[in-house]
């Protein structure tokens, strides 16, 4: 049973928007949260994390909200610009020093000019 | 070189051969994996590596089989795979007291495909 779920496969948005990925985990043990972005035929990269003591972290364009009652978290980029398309994943973990991170399917984000 | 490099790209083999997957990193981070990613399915992971000693092993099967030489390196050695073992196999790698806070960082990957 998969612990971290991103439902959407796919986003469009116009240039400029905002855009909004979804993640959903059913681990309440989770208290450590990130997102990658991956380019087709690049590894993924690091782009934004959150602790579970906080609901929201900001760094510049992105900016990611955790909701620990619902298990939702969502990343925001505003606005949205067409360099963003790639495959958004989430990954979670247990902050205990050597628990290892575990992976959404990932979200394929298009950003349209 | 910087960053976390992998090698090959692209590897084709057939079910008795036996390859290697190389995993290098520029970093000085003292911890690396191996992840499994095949086609919609989530990132898969394999196995951790910390101070070049194998802490995490998520019952992987047998015909994988990891070495790590010093912390720099990352081998993976392939032998008689199955087709079910086409994917992306990503290497990353960390430092060790920051790997939550900075996240792990890949390589690009090497597509393998099993014949």
């Known amino acids: 049973d998969q612990q971290v779920k991103q439902n959407s496969p796919s986003l469009s948005v116009q240039e400029g928007r905002i855009s909004i990925l979804n993640c959903d985990y059913t681990?309440?043990?989770?208290?450590?949260f990130l997102w990658y972005k991956k380019y087709p035929a690049e590894g993924p990269t690091f782009l934004i994390s959150?602790?579970?003591?906080?609901d929201k972290n900001e760094d510049g364009r992105f900016t990611v909200f955790l909701n620990k009652s619902a298990k939702h978290l969502s990343l925001h980029i505003v606005p949205s610009q067409p360099g963003d398309s790639a495959v958004y994943f989430c990954?979670?973990?247990?902050?205990?020093?050597?628990?290892?991170?575990?992976f959404g399917k990932g979200t394929r984000l298009s950003v349209i000019a | 070189e910087t960053g976390v490099t992998q090698t090959p790209r692209h590897l084709v083999m057939g079910m008795t051969n036996k390859k290697s997957l190389k995993c290098e990193q520029h970093?000085?981070?003292?911890?690396m994996y191996w992840y499994k990613q095949s086609a919609k399915k989530p990132l898969e992971l394999m196995f951790v590596?910390?101070?070049?000693?194998?802490?995490e092993n998520n019952s992987v099967p047998s015909r994988f089989s990891p070495e790590c030489p010093n912390s720099s390196h990352l081998f993976l050695h392939l032998h008689t795979l199955q087709p079910e073992d086409s994917a992306l196999y990503l290497c990353a790698s960390s430092q060790e007291a920051n790997r939550l806070v900075a996240g792990q960082f890949f390589g690009p990957g090497t597509r393998l495909t099993v014949l």
């Open positions: 959150i602790s579970s003591i906080k």
């Open positions: 681990n309440s043990m989770f208290d450590y």
């Open positions: 590596y910390s101070l070049e000693e194998r802490v």
């Open positions: 990954a979670a973990s247990v902050n205990s020093g050597n628990t290892p991170l575990v």
């Open positions: 970093l000085g981070h003292n911890a």
